[in-house]
């Protein structure tokens, strides 16, 4: 179960990589899939804090780092 204070995760992984197989590692680390993006080989999701390094060891996965979140100015807004 991921915690209430899970963090949100982009694992990108290895090129023509088994992703059934990943999906299963990253699960097994408490990772909740939110979407996989097979055709660039991403999967994006929520895990606790204190599991995050484990997802590193997953076989097939080649980094694991957390969303960055953007926030832009409304049209018309002082600040653009």
Same mark, same amino acid.
Not at 5 to 23: K, P, T
Not at 58 to 79: D, L
């Given at each position: 179960?991921?915690? !209430?204070?899970?963090?949100e995760v982009?694992?990108?992984v290895?090129?023509?990589?088994?992703?059934?197989?990943?999906?299963?590692g990253?699960r097994?680390?408490?990772?909740?899939?939110?979407?996989?993006?097979?055709?660039?080989?991403?999967?994006?999701?929520?895990i606790?804090?204190?599991?995050?390094?484990?997802?590193?060891?997953?076989?097939?996965?080649?980094?694991?780092e957390?969303?960055?979140?953007? !926030?832009?100015?409304?049209?018309?807004?002082?600040?653009?």
């Amino acid at each position: 179960m991921v915690a !209430q204070g899970a963090v949100e995760v982009n694992v990108l992984v290895e090129e023509n990589a088994d992703m059934s197989r990943i999906l299963e590692g990253l699960r097994a680390c408490g990772f909740l899939v939110d979407a996989v993006q097979e055709e660039i080989g991403t999967i994006t999701g929520r895990i606790d804090p204190a599991r995050l390094a484990q997802l590193s060891n997953v076989e097939g996965v080649v980094q694991v780092e957390r969303t960055r979140e953007v !926030q832009i100015s409304p049209p018309g807004s002082k600040v653009q």
